[in-house]
């Protein structure tokens, strides 16, 4: 890979990250996750920045990315139920949508004009050491155009943006998750799940202490991923095939894979679906740069980790917003 804006972890390159941000510049860098798109969270142009390089709608909010809860506490007010959901779940892949304090300096814009705030601490050492060394809380969804697939690797963030858009992504080799965050927001007396991700219900469900209610479509996120088109590539998605056909790749799950001779690549041979949430997104990229039209993709079971696979793949193939305009 040899791409001018793309940085190994050191602290020279950490040191040139966080002087970016403060410049109001925007920085990639991977998390546990996907790869994020960063700004300085508290600049209300540089997040603005952020939506104009994505082509992001400016009502769906920004997930907040802090190095600890006593970090979070500046910003937002923590109820007991999701203090008890923090001190469980981060560092780690895992999003609470909170009230933000009257005095909270971050930019509106990252909450697209709600009194609320997608926040969370990353586990990632280069996201952690990023942070540190910038010393303030960094926006950042996504490494990709709106709507598009989201990037797992640095070459996939270098592909999709020039280095003037993004002048600096620092190289953490391919994500270990593969899916973003799980976001939940505590409701009354349940936990609302706004999107599925490697958290499970019932990991949140042991912790709260409440139920967890799942919440498909937002016409008004109040966090990212709540659009019912969103994580798309070029080409059409066909769900729950079992074979393709002709003209279509085939996106597969497990051993028991249809032979036809087309273009096939394999999410999980053994059927594991954590492999399979990690592969998930680099796949569809390698499918979809063959200039594919449409892609088939085999069930995925819908437990555990997959209902975040299953989540992403239905918002993947929906109507794009062009076509149920037209």
Known sequence: MN????????????TLAA???????????????????GADA???????????TKNRPNFNPLIVHVPDLETAENYVFL???SRRLAEKFWPGPFTLVLPRKEDCPLSPLVSAGLDTVAIRVPRHHMARELLQTFGGAIAAPSANKSGRVSPTTAEHVA????????????????????LESTIVQVSGQEVLLLRPGTVTPREIELVAGLPVRLVKNADNPVAPGQLKSHYAPRARLRLNATHAEP?????????????????????????????AAASLFSLMRELDELGI????????????????????LERAAAPRPDEEEA
């Open 3 to 14: 791409y001018k804006n793309v940085f190994s972890a050191n602290s020279v390159n950490y």
């Open 19 to 37: 002087k970016y941000l403060r410049q109001g510049k925007l920085v990639s860098f991977p998390t546990e996750t996907v790869y994020g798109l």
């Open 42 to 52: 508290c600049n209300g142009e540089a997040v603005a920045t952020i939506f104009a």
């Open 79 to 81: 109820d007991e139920t």
């Open 159 to 178: 592909r999709e943006f020039t280095p003037e858009e993004v002048p600096l992504i620092l190289d953490g080799g391919p994500c270990e998750e593969g």
């Open 247 to 275: 003209g279509e790749a085939l996106l597969a799950f497990g051993r028991a894979v249809p032979k036809d001779g087309v273009i096939t690549r394999n999410l999980s041979p053994n059927g594991s679906l954590t492999e």
């Open 293 to 312: 039209a449409r892609i088939a993709v085999m069930p995925i079971p819908m437990q555990g980790l997959g209902l975040a696979i299953n989540d992403r």
